[in-house]
């Protein structure tokens, strides 16, 4: 007699992800990524995009990244294991490249997908999304705190840039670092409908995330 195998949550759950990323390569010129195992639990993800990187004690542009995802045994109810391979020099990323996602790193949603985990990730790679009140690399953070020299974010691109060309999207939004009185924020960018064509074009619109999707705890 035939047995049936088993499907477990996880592995349709690892499945999904991957068919996920497979989409999100599709619709990026930036994102590319390498998979391990069946179904797979190891992503190495590279962003081809603009971010910072310290060297010799200069900040200089950087223009690829290497970010190493690990889906563990009990991934989706616990947080993928993050370390960014390339340098970078960002406040919530430490100097051996272990991520801080705020909230997520001690509150995980495991509705969370992976592809969505890669947009957090490229949107705090080309600065859009930073925290300067709880920092990874605090020498990092008062640098961003302080500079004039690059304008935020270095990549005006979304992660999903292709899909944004075809007119099905656009990114609203310019990420900060300073409150009225000196506060540091964090804006994030989303994805919303066109408006209708008009001339001159109508100027994005700053606003502050709803609290369930804040990049800060």
Not at 38 to 45: I, N
Not at 154 to 174: H, K, S
Request: proline share 9%.
């Amino acid at each position: 007699m035939l047995r049936k195998s088993y499907d477990s949550p996880q592995s349709r759950r690892l499945r999904s992800d991957r068919s996920a990323m497979e989409r999100l390569q599709e619709e990026s010129t930036i994102v590319r990524f390498r998979a391990s195992g069946d179904p797979p639990q190891r992503y190495l993800v590279e962003f081809r995009g603009r971010s910072l990187a310290r060297e010799r004690g200069k900040i200089i542009a950087q223009d690829s990244h290497q970010v190493e995802i690990k889906l563990g045994a009990s991934y989706p109810r616990s947080m993928p294991e993050l370390r960014w391979l390339t340098p970078i020099y960002h406040p919530n990323i430490s100097e051996i490249g272990l991520v801080c996602l705020g909230g997520y790193n001690t509150h995980w949603v495991p509705s969370l997908q992976l592809d969505e985990l890669c947009e957090m990730l490229w949107d705090m790679a080309r600065f859009h999304n930073y925290d300067l009140r709880s920092p990874y690399n605090r020498d990092a953070a008062l640098w961003a705190a302080n500079q004039s020299t690059f304008a935020f974010p270095m990549d005006a691109r979304p992660l999903r840039d292709v899909r944004a060309a075809q007119g099905r999207f656009e990114p609203e939004g310019v990420a900060s670092s300073q409150g009225t009185e000196g506060e540091p924020i964090v804006l994030f960018d989303e994805e919303v409908a066109l408006p209708p064509r008009r001339e001159p074009a109508a100027a994005p619109v700053r606003r502050e995330p709803p609290p369930d999707i804040m990049f800060i705890e």
